[in-house]
């Protein structure tokens, strides 16, 4: 929580636990300076912005709106201009509106991308979508969520705060066993509030900076990221082999885990391949 020189909010960081980390799996201090000549280890550090805290055009309207609509038969249309280009922002939409209501993706539709039918979103570029979009569309899912319980509160004979969504159905916190499932839930909630529908927005914080210039790189989060290398050097040839990396990253909370250990391996996998192409063309050069 506190100020760059050149002006940039730095609410969270884990950059002193992922040096710790890199530096304790790499054998940093038994290997820094006492390798064999040749071979040595370096360490560095580096920063992300988790999407641009400011407009493409200056103003102060919502970065990115998301709005729900839920049908009797338990299905959850989500509408937001948020564009799917391959970086999986669909999914993100998807899996957010469900954490918040509790059910599976499955009952999740998602309407992105038409400027004609769904809220405003500035676009896909400088990592902002899953920030933005995710949170207008917790603050839509949290809306609807909270007319559920409260229309199922008055029939559990609970107090809403009570009420708890999770795995397709809504209960007592004091007794699982007594609640619905989400379908009949929605069908009760429409019966009290008509239909159901919400929409959330999201605009960043504003900018500290107070000059003309300070708007270039503030982001409401920023990612770090901290690598141990270790180097050998042929000191005939110059040729240059990394047999090893440790890398940790401060991602903040994991959205899509499955897809983070994935591409933890596939990047594994990418540093062998690597390590055996070079070690090809060194023989293929002799």
């Known amino acids: 929580d506190s100020l760059t020189a050149n002006w940039l909010k730095i609410g969270t ?18 290997k820094h300076r006492k390798l064999p000549e040749g071979r040595g280890v370096g360490i560095a550090c580096s920063t992300y912005m988790c999407g641009a805290g400011v407009p493409i055009y200056w103003n102060k309207l919502p970065h990115s709106g998301v709005q729900l609509l839920l049908d009797r038969s338990g299905q959850v249309t989500v509408y937001c201009g948020a564009t799917e280009i391959g970086q999986g922002s669909d999914d993100v939409l998807a899996t957010m509106v469900a954490e918040v209501l509790g059910i599976d993706t499955g009952l999740v539709r998602c309407v992105t991308g038409d400027t004609g039918i769904t809220p405003v979103d500035l676009g896909s570029y400088s990592s902002r979508v899953t920030i ?17 319980a409260e229309a199922c509160a008055e029939s559990l004979e609970i107090t809403p705060d009570r009420v708890v969504m999770a795995q397709g ?43 003309k210039g ?12 901290a690598c141990v290398v270790e180097v050998e050097v042929d000191p005939k040839t110059g040729w240059i082999d990394v047999p090893k990396i440790w890398i940790a990253h401060d991602i903040g909370r994991t959205l899509n885990p499955v897809l983070a250990r994935r591409s933890e391996e596939h990047t594994s996998e990418l540093q062998s391949r690597l390590h055996l192409e070079c070690r090809l063309l060194l023989e293929k050069k002799k």
């Open 169 to 211: 159905r809504v209960f007592a916190a004091e007794d699982p066993g007594r609640g619905m499932n989400f379908v009949e839930a929605v069908a009760l909630a429409e019966q009290r509030h008509g239909t159901l529908s919400a929409v959330g927005s999201y605009a960043p914080p504003k900018p500290p900076g107070r000059y």
């Open 13 to 30: 960081t884990g950059l002193a636990e992922c040096i710790r980390t890199v530096v304790e799996r790499s054998g940093w201090k038994q």
């Open 214 to 225: 300070s708007g270039v790189g503030p982001s409401p989060a920023y990612s770090f990221s």
């Open 132 to 148: 933005m979009m995710g949170n207008a569309a917790i603050q839509a899912a949290e809306r609807v969520r909270d007319a559920i």
